[in-house]
């Protein structure tokens, strides 16, 4: 039970409206549209994430296939001191915080400092963001907690000038490598925008490997992936009054060796028409047909270095583990 000073010291906002009204639904049914009306077939990947779909999520960071969060986790436990320590005492902002369980590495660090600190979670999954910000908050005594309910895009929008020495935005996970070139680049001028000079930006990128162990990691044996894939398509029942069937589609992820990126697909495994009626919208879909519903770009260490300086987002250090299968970049914005 938290107490009153406590209850004072987490703050949940909302950057949408809890119901969504009939025109923030089209607004957020205007990408489906757009998505399964191009060939190939696409989902926007931000529809995996209502309550269950972010408990499932949880659930694949935890398979033994799935080697990101684990060598992400190993990366933090042997450098977030360090990483304290270059930052100093600062408003911690993390896009996707989920769960916010490899994030304790990091408030650790800072909670050794002895100092009262501030967390910004920020994801679109309200019930996950206010059950691990309440025990954020029971757990750490010294930490500010003002969660935002809502998308990375919002957030960024939203965020206004800190009080505090410097901020951290922290992107970790390889949640970078779900957005094409184009957004990618787009994503980081945002940062840049936001960041005000001598700020920081903390990055976890996924690195390219041999295709056996991506692939793996991607098709676990207990099929959890593929709950998670398929979720997607019952968020999109409940959000827009659609009729998928669920039962009518398989999980698919390969990788795609020429773009260096998993690609994630819901295959229909036969005919069909299917029907969005809060968006007065139908689509049909021929057998075997795929949906695209995710990529998850591999990066190169060197060339993301470039890329970040060119938007003024200095890379200080590079921290990786041994096996050079994961890495974070902490940059400094310097305007």
């Not at 607004?27 to 972010?54: A, M, T, V």
């Not at 990091?106 to 910004?120: H, I, S």
């Not at 895009?153 to 206004?160: R, Y």
């Not at 300086?309 to 200080?316: A, T, V």
Request: with cysteine; proline share 3%.
């Amino acid at each position: 039970m938290l107490t009153p000073l406590e209850i004072e010291q987490l703050k949940i906002k909302y950057l949408q409206p809890l119901e969504a009204s009939k025109k923030l639904n089209n607004y957020f049914g205007k990408d489906i549209k757009e998505g399964l009306s191009q060939r190939p077939k696409k989902i926007p990947s931000k529809y995996f994430y209502d309550d269950h779909g972010s408990q499932l999520f949880e659930q694949i960071c935890e398979l033994p296939e799935y080697y990101p969060t684990r060598t992400e986790a190993s990366i933090l436990r042997q450098y977030a001191a360090e990483i304290a320590e270059i930052t100093e005492i600062c408003e911690l902002v993390e896009l996707g915080s989920g769960s916010s369980t490899k994030t304790r590495l990091l408030l650790d660090a800072y909670d050794r400092q002895n100092e009262v600190f501030k967390y910004m979670p920020i994801d679109v999954s309200a019930g996950i963001l206010k059950e691990s910000a309440t025990q954020l908050k029971q757990d750490y005594n010294s930490l500010q907690i003002e969660g935002l309910v809502g998308t990375y895009d919002q957030a960024l929008t939203q965020l206004t000038p800190t009080s505090w020495p410097a901020r951290m935005i922290f992107f970790l996970g390889s949640s970078m490598g779900n957005f094409n070139e184009i957004d990618c680049d787009n994503f980081l001028n945002k940062i840049a925008q936001v960041l005000e000079n001598g700020d920081y930006f903390l990055l976890g990128i996924d690195l390219q490997k041999p295709k056996s162990i991506l692939e793996e990691a991607y098709n676990d044996s207990q099929g959890v992936t593929a709950a998670f894939n398929l979720n997607m398509l019952a968020h999109l029942n409940q959000k827009f009054q659609g009729n998928f069937d669920l039962k009518s589609f398989k999980h698919q992820a390969i990788y795609n060796e020429r773009k260096k990126q998993i690609e994630m697909y819901l295959l229909s495994e036969k005919e069909q028409e299917i029907s969005l009626k809060n968006l007065n919208w139908k689509v049909n879909l021929e057998k075997e047909e795929k949906i695209l519903t995710e990529i998850s770009r591999k990066f190169d260490v060197e060339k993301t270095k470039h890329q970040l300086e060119s938007k003024n987002l200095k890379p200080i250090k590079v921290f990786s583990d041994e096996n050079n299968w994961f890495a974070l970049i902490l940059c400094q914005a310097s305007k």
